[in-house]
Nanobody, 123 residues
Framework: VQLQASGGGLVQPGGSLRLSCAAS????????IGWFRQAPGKEREGVSC????????YYVDSVKGRFTISRDNDKNMVHLQMSSLEPDDTAVYYC?????????????????WGQGTQVTVSS
């Protein structure tokens, strides 16, 4: 099981980015994919996740209304569209997988952490 996050970069406050999580060696259909982020000196926190089979989503309060998680079953990928970005969104973003039906708020259920992608929001 391998996951690879991509799409990070430098963006000005108020800007947008789309992150992608690509899976290899397994299909995402019956899994839960989560996006997490870790800023310097802070713990890794859950941002959003999706149950790939039925599309159920979860967002942490700080990103509700700004971030949208989606699935692309044909390409075996999950995306995180981030809009109205703020400096506090600056972090390394990771995707990880958990069994279908997992509680998105329980970080310990997630594994196969790939290399993250850096998101920097700065003017």
């Amino acid at each position: 099981v391998q996951l690879q996050a991509s799409g990070g970069g430098l963006v000005q406050p108020g800007g947008s980015l789309r992150l992608s999580c690509a899976a290899s060696r397994f299909t995402l259909d019956y899994s839960t994919i989560g996006w997490f982020r870790q800023a310097p000196g802070k713990e890794r926190e859950g941002v959003s996740c999706i149950s790939v089979h039925d599309g159920t989503t979860y967002y942490v309060d700080s990103v509700k209304g700004r971030f949208t998680i989606s699935r692309d079953n044909d390409k075996n990928m999950v995306h995180l569209q981030m809009s109205s970005l703020e400096p506090d969104d600056t972090a390394v973003y990771y995707c990880a997988v958990a069994p279908y039906g997992s509680d998105c708020r329980v970080k310990s259920l997630f594994g196969s952490w790939g290399q993250g992608t850096q998101v920097t929001v700065s003017s």
